[in-house]
């Protein structure tokens, strides 16, 4: 069974700093792996996925990696602002029925 | 991107009533759609995958008699909590995935708030 962890649990930085959030997963065979940013009692709104093929992938000031054979991902931000404060979700699919496994969630706080 | 809304976005029902969630693909087709649900301080949860026209996945543990889910076309999802209890009470996630082209990328709904009393 996929399971998927994030480190750490909350998280919280001066504005204008770099930061990095881990996410680890134990069946290396995925498919691929999203990460998404949640509001408070929002929705989900998907920042980067990355194939399994791929190993990275940028959006902005957003960069999310993925070393398949660890099991592992980063979410690197960079320049963070308060408005980046949110809940940042990991999430594998392990294959063609699509179904997504999540982490617990980093709660990131950035103060101005 | 793709846009995928939820209705209603709260309810509040009493114990023993029946509660139906839509949701629906705005300016795609969705071959799949999912359904989670969220405690607070948790992450979500899968509990079903629905694709149209046949009969909706469950995962387990998730009782399909008590969640009906009915996937009649292309942009519409719906899920029913019968008999809801106070144990029901939570947040209720669709999300949608198209047909081709999207990478299998996943849009979420921005969620339903189910608070059975």
């Known amino acids: 069974k996929q399971e998927v962890t994030q480190i750490p649990a909350a998280l919280s930085v001066p504005e204008g700093e770099n930061l990095v959030l881990n996410c680890s997963f134990t069946?290396?065979?995925?498919?691929?792996l999203q990460w998404f940013r949640q509001d408070p009692g929002k929705g989900l709104t998907s920042l980067l996925l990355?194939?399994?093929?791929?190993r990275e992938q940028t959006s902005g000031r957003l960069n999310a990696s993925l070393d398949k054979s660890s099991g592992r991902s980063t979410l690197y931000i960079a320049a963070s602002q308060p408005g980046d404060s949110a809940t940042y979700l990991c999430?594998?699919?392990?294959?063609?029925?699509?179904?997504?496994?999540f982490g617990k969630g980093t709660l990131l706080t950035v103060n101005p | 991107g793709a846009v995928v809304s939820q209705h209603p976005s709260w309810v509040i029902c009493k114990s023993g009533t029946s509660v139906k969630i839509e949701c629906r693909s705005l300016?795609?087709?969705?071959?799949?759609m999912f359904w989670y649900r969220q405690f607070p301080k948790q992450s979500l949860m899968l509990m079903a995958t629905?694709?149209?026209?046949?009969?909706?996945?469950?995962e387990q543990g998730v009782e399909k008699d008590k969640f009906l889910i009915n996937h009649a076309s292309l942009t519409l999802s719906t899920l029913t909590v019968t008999s809801a209890h106070p144990e029901d009470s939570s947040f209720y996630i669709c999300?949608?995935?198209?047909?081709?082209?999207?990478?299998?990328?996943?849009?979420f709904g921005p969620g339903t708030r189910l608070t059975v009393l």
């Open positions: 069946d290396s065979a995925i498919y691929n």
């Open positions: 999300s949608a995935r198209g047909a081709s082209g999207s990478g299998n990328e996943q849009f």
């Open positions: 990355i194939q399994s093929s791929q």
């Open positions: 300016d795609f087709q969705a071959t799949t």
């Open positions: 629905s694709n149209e026209g046949s009969k909706a996945t469950y």
């Open positions: 999430a594998v699919s392990l294959g063609s029925n699509y179904k997504l496994t």
